[in-house]
């Protein structure tokens, strides 16, 4: 089953600050969050399992909720690089397999 | 290290025909993977492969197969190419190693039906 994100998208002005959100109806294993600019290939950012900890990339932090199968990725003081779709990859079970979501289109303006 | 390498990185396909794409990584990862992304979209998953020899069906395998001889290389068959399979189409490959690694993509074929 897919993942939902929401916000579908976001628009922001440099500086501000960020929620995407990603939820399964299913028991997840793992999350994985990947940024995909125009044309290029998705970009992986981290992952958060199961019993672990809130994970950090620079500036750009995440978070698995387990009660709720929900993951937040938090993204503050943005920058112009930050533009992307931003996708969440769920496992379930210890499948090594990832059912991403329909993405989250993030816009970072001067 | 190259990473993950896709090939061709354009084509286009009449109606019917029939192609494989390519896919070969330098990273000695066990666990491959094939995804298509239609525009505006996400990833879909649509087969992948656990070693040499090992392969299963994931999201959307209609019209597809694969096969996995190699550790490295990972090629996805098109049989009679229809309309619906234009996308970009994405291979990818991890370890196996617990907890479980990232998937490093390659730079996608882009593939269009007419």
């Known amino acids: 089953q897919q993942p939902v994100q929401s916000p579908q998208a976001v628009i922001l002005r440099e500086g501000e600050d960020a929620v995407i959100n990603c939820s399964s109806s299913?028991?997840?294993?793992?999350v994985h969050w990947y940024r995909q600019k125009h044309g290029e290939a998705p970009v992986f950012l981290m992952i958060?399992?199961?019993?672990?900890e809130q994970m950090r990339h620079e500036k750009i932090s995440a978070s698995f909720n387990e009660k709720k199968q929900q993951s937040s990725l938090y993204l503050t003081a943005s920058q112009l690089s930050y533009s992307g779709t931003y996708f969440c990859?769920?496992?379930?079970?210890?499948?090594?397999?990832?059912?991403f979501g329909s993405g989250t289109r993030l816009l970072v303006r001067p | 290290n190259a990473g993950v390498t896709q090939t061709p990185k354009f084509r286009i396909l009449k109606i019917g025909q029939s192609m494989t794409l390519q896919c070969t990584q330098d990273m000695n990862h066990n666990y491959m993977y094939w995804y298509r992304q239609d525009p505006g979209m996400g990833l879909k998953l649509i087969y992948y492969s656990v070693g040499a020899g090992i392969t299963d069906k994931g999201e959307v395998p209609n019209g597809y197969n694969v096969s996995r001889s190699t550790t490295e290389d990972f090629p996805l068959r098109l049989e009679l190419a229809a309309p619906s399979q234009t996308s970009v189409y994405f291979c990818?490959?991890?370890?196996?190693?617990?907890?479980?690694?990232?998937?490093?993509f390659g730079d996608g074929t882009r593939l269009s039906i007419l």
């Open positions: 958060l399992l199961k019993g672990g």
């Open positions: 990859g769920t496992e379930v079970y210890s499948s090594y397999k990832l059912i």
């Open positions: 299913k028991a997840l294993y793992s």
């Open positions: 990818a490959s991890s370890s196996d190693t617990r907890p479980y690694q990232p998937q490093h």
